[in-house]
């Protein structure tokens, strides 16, 4: 059954011939591992909330405290990204188009929200948007409290946020030939037009993926936000918070209905903005 | 300043530094309307910098360039209806070749906007002119060297520029591609009569498109001149090795006498001051001299067969490069013979560079 022609034909189907082997044993390790690292700890989570059934789930998700922790998280999740979308792409844009003395510096400050453990820029964040820090006594003057409110939820999220959509803009930019700014010039585009028609087209299938990596990191984005966000019910707590609450009351149906909620909304999401990537895949396809 | 009537471009006592490198210095230039002139340089000549201060993509330090007569030197390079065609093309790889080509026209206010139709109707013909009728709906990454390159030059004239300005055009296409469309560029200027400045670095592509090229080194312009003019009339030793090929033969000047070694070279020296000089010529422009008495004389180091005839690389007594000299079967030396050698024409320049003195023609 399993001669060797009939496998070589069967492993044509997955893969076009190269000239490095080993198909079979890295698909293999890929499955292993994606099925060890990913999928297990996930089926578990399902498996766990399953005795909840739909409906139970549904009770979860409509429980007041808890669909107003979903909705803090996803809510200031997304706008969090749209800030980071933003300076992200002006950050990418000054450290690939120019050269100041510090770039490089500058650029590796970039990355310190990946290495900084989430607890200590937590901490940070709070101690300087508190209402005696650095930050938080001049806005106070002018009646703007930061620490301990949803905008603290944000201003951690786009903190955390920030390097994915950079790291990812920033090869496409370099990409970008200054010609082509150029170009658009001479053929009489004004500046507007140029970064609208001439930059952004190239830059969004990046730009998109910067945003869903940055989602999704401040979906499940815990330590930094709980030391600023106050964590009051119904105003500024987090769905991860409300997770650990739950455990630490031994509701483990309630925690990993929570956790499944989330899990459905984050896959939805992501698939979503997966789609609209393919499309704009599509449509900049020459890019 | 005050306006410049007659050009259609005026380049005036233009410098631009980039740091502490001069990338261009004094230079002035007058194209008339409808002229195809080449810009001609080595690389580092500042060729494409002066074609980028004429489209207002670097702005000179000093000096003024005039369009029509109008001071244009603070014009913004959106404003002054050049088109400008890259070396890389700088196509929008996001858009297709139509939009590519009708890009010009759609950014346009919406007050001198073309209509939608109308944009599409001008594009359609602009990609008839150049040729790609039917591949408007194409991305340039589907498309080769050479066609992209036209897409390029039809982008550039939908705005209908008062001037087209390309870059190196043919510096990334293979040779057999270059020369097609080198033929058909010439074809282009004669039917839009734009007033057309490109760069290159080819010597054989100024000389056979333009008509007149500029030649320029070190920032500065050496020649400005018909390809004749070039050729028969170089103003400095640079134009007449780099224009061409050349041969410098190391001469002393004294009393109005050339002296090659012991030997005296008949090139009148009128205006050149005694001292070291050198004698240019083209190796076309050195023979066996059939007389049997020569100004130089060589050795015949090794024959090799051409179809015409004999091809003799030589030793010139007293120097230490070989000539290249071809010869009729008939009258063809043997290996090892000593040679007379006479000169149809060479330009005499005094060695130090800096002090160019125009000498007579020789013999």
């Known amino acids: 059954m399993t001669s060797p022609n009939f496998a070589g034909r069967n492993a044509r189907r997955f893969k076009a011939p190269s000239v490095i082997p080993g198909f079979g044993l890295t698909f293999g390790y890929t499955l292993l591992y994606l099925g060890l690292v990913v999928l297990l700890p996930l ?225 939805a999401a992501l698939l979503a903005i997966n789609l609209v990537q393919a499309f704009a895949r599509k449509r900049f396809g020459h890019v | 300043m005050g306006r410049q009537q007659g050009f259609a471009i005026r380049v005036e006592g233009v410098e631009q530094d980039f740091g502490a490198f001069p990338a261009l210095r004094d230079v002035t230039l007058d194209i008339q309307p409808g002229e195809l002139v080449a810009l001609l340089g080595p690389s580092g000549s500042g060729k494409t910098t002066l074609l980028r201060v004429i489209a207002g993509l670097n702005a000179p330090d000093r000096g003024h360039v005039y369009f029509d007569g109008e001071d244009a030197t603070n014009l913004p390079v959106q404003d002054r209806r050049v088109g400008f065609v890259f070396q890389n093309y700088a196509l929008f790889k996001h858009m297709t070749v139509a939009d590519n080509i009708a890009y010009g026209l759609k950014v346009r206010p919406r007050r001198s906007r073309p209509s939608r139709s109308a944009i599409a109707a001008r594009a359609n013909e602009l990609l008839r002119f150049v040729q790609l009728e039917g591949l408007g709906g194409r991305y340039p990454a589907q498309l080769s060297g050479g066609q992209r390159q036209r897409v390029a030059l039809a982008r550039a004239l939908a705005i209908e520029p008062r001037v087209l300005l390309l870059d190196e055009p043919f510096g990334a296409l293979d040779a057999r591609v270059r020369k097609d469309l080198r033929r058909w560029l010439r074809e282009v200027h004669k039917e839009t009569g734009l007033t057309t400045v490109f760069v290159t670095h080819d010597q054989d592509e100024a000389m056979e498109l333009a008509d007149r090229v500029v030649v320029l080194n070190e920032g500065r312009i050496e020649q400005i001149g018909t390809p004749a003019q070039l050729y028969d009339q170089p103003a400095s030793p640079f134009v007449i090795s780099f224009v061409g090929e050349a041969v410098a033969l190391p001469v002393t000047v004294a009393a109005g006498h050339v002296k090659f070694g012991d030997r005296e070279l008949h090139i009148d020296t009128h205006g050149l001051r005694s001292g070291p000089a050198r004698v240019f010529f083209r190796p076309a422009d050195i023979a066996v001299s059939a007389s049997g008495a020569g100004e130089i004389e060589g050795r015949v180091e090794s024959l090799r067969r051409t179809p015409a005839g004999v091809r003799a690389t030589i030793a010139i007594d007293g120097y230490d490069q070989t000539l290249e000299i071809d010869s009729p079967l008939e009258n063809a030396a043997a290996l090892g013979d000593r040679v007379p050698l006479s000169l149809a024409k060479a330009r005499i320049f005094p060695t130090e560079e800096s002090a160019y003195v125009d000498a007579g023609e020789g013999i």
Do not use: H
């Open chain 1, 43 to 267: 089926a578990a989570l399902i498996w766990r909330s399953s005795g909840l059934g739909l409906s139970g789930l549904y009770d979860i998700a409509t429980e007041p405290r808890v669909a107003a922790g979903l909705r803090t998280t996803f809510f200031i999740s997304f706008c969090a990204a749209l800030v980071d979308l933003f300076f992200g792409l002006i950050v990418a844009w000054v450290l690939t188009r120019y050269d100041f003395f510090g770039r490089r510096l500058l650029d590796a400050f970039v990355d310190l929200p990946f290495a900084l453990p989430t607890a200590v820029a937590g901490i940070s964040l709070a101690a300087l948007y508190a209402p005696n820090g650095w930050f938080g006594e001049p806005l106070a003057a002018y009646g703007i409290k930061i620490a301990y409110t949803r905008w603290g939820i944000l201003v951690a999220l786009i903190f955390i946020g920030l390097p994915f959509v950079v790291r990812t803009v920033q090869p496409i930019v370099a990409e970008l030939e200054t010609e082509l700014e150029e170009a658009s010039a001479t053929l009489g585009a004004s500046r507007v037009q140029t970064v609208l028609r001439v930059l952004l087209p190239p830059l969004a299938p990046a730009l998109l993926t910067g945003f869903a990596l940055a989602f999704a990191r401040s979906i499940g984005e815990y330590g930094s936000v709980i030391f600023i966000a106050g964590n009051i019910a119904y105003v500024s707590e987090i769905a991860p918070l409300l997770i650990v609450v739950k455990l630490e009351q031994y509701d483990i149906p309630g925690a990993t209905g929570i956790a499944t909620i989330m899990l459905a909304i984050s896959f």
